[in-house]
């Protein structure tokens, strides 16, 4: 488990972007979760992924430990068909050719999860500098399903924008659990273009979506910020644009 440790100094950030501007970044494979065929030149997704401890895969499950409000720290898992993602483009994600799934934090803004909105979901999911918005913000947004008691699940129809201009239609399902003790939702989403989704996409996503669990939460003193991340503290990757405008101008 990682050691709860101070924020950075300003002196330490501004080491870690300097390391961060030689770190190559990952190429992303065909087929991937969202449009576009490389993370060359794409920003980097806002997920609101805090991660207190390396993601790890053993056989087909996947679990990791992220900082969350309210002081709770808890460590999701989920069965994935695909092997996990590496690299600083991707919080916690399996993804193949065939298929994917990733896990974004999306807050409740004061509801209960039973209680939210199934378009609170599906707005953040598929926001511009979401997972899905490499070439633009999804369009055609259709919730066909909402299950609101128990796990919140929802399905639903979007489109995105390909690389070189064509429209590609998806279909996905997530499945959202709420830790105790924290106003966050912790979301799964898995989906794929229509036509793989119809060829046993959707099979592997409602598997994957279905197993998805918070297997203990706990206290922490961790915040939930960018430069608590462990990732941030190895790489020093995860500043947005924004942040490294406030490092340049000597505000953090």
């Known amino acids: ?50 991660l207190i401890d390396e993601v790890q895969q ?47 934090v999306v807050p409740l803004q004061g509801e209960t999860l039973e209680s939210a909105s199934k378009k ?8 511009v500098d979401g997972r899905f918005g490499s070439y633009g913000a999804p369009t055609d947004i259709k919730i066909t399903a909402d299950t609101a008691t128990g796990p919140r699940r929802i399905d639903f129809g979007f489109t995105t924008t390909a690389p ?13 659990l709420q830790p105790q ?8 989403v898995s989906g794929a273009p229509v036509g793989r989704w119809k060829d046993g996409g ?13 297997a203990q939460t706990r206290p922490t003193s961790i915040k939930p910020v960018p430069s608590s ?3 941030f503290e190895r ?3 995860l500043l947005s644009d924004e942040q490294r405008k406030q490092v340049a101008d000597n505000k953090i």
């Open 58 to 104: 053993t056989g087909k499950t996947v679990t990791a430990e992220l900082a969350l409000s309210g002081g709770v720290a808890a460590t999701a898992t989920f069965d994935s068909p695909w092997p996990l993602a590496r690299g600083l483009y991707y919080d916690v994600e399996a993804k193949s050719e065939k298929g994917s799934a990733f896990l974004q």
């Open 120 to 127: 609170l979901f599906t707005k953040n999911v598929l926001k």
């Open 235 to 237: 790489l020093g990757g």
């Open 229 to 231: 991340d462990v990732r």
């Open 164 to 176: 070189g201009g064509a429209d590609v239609s998806w279909k996905a399902t997530l499945t959202a």
């Open 181 to 188: 003790g924290s106003p966050d939702a912790l979301v799964i």
């Open 1 to 50: 488990m990682r050691v709860e440790t101070a924020q950075l100094s300003r002196a330490s950030v501004l080491r870690l972007l300097s390391l961060a501007s030689v770190a190559p970044l990952i190429p992303q494979h065909a087929g991937a979760v969202g449009a576009g065929t490389s993370v060359t030149g794409k920003s980097r997704p806002e997920l609101g992924c805090v």
């Open 202 to 214: 959707e099979v592997l996503a409602r598997s994957t979506t279905g197993s998805f669990r918070i």
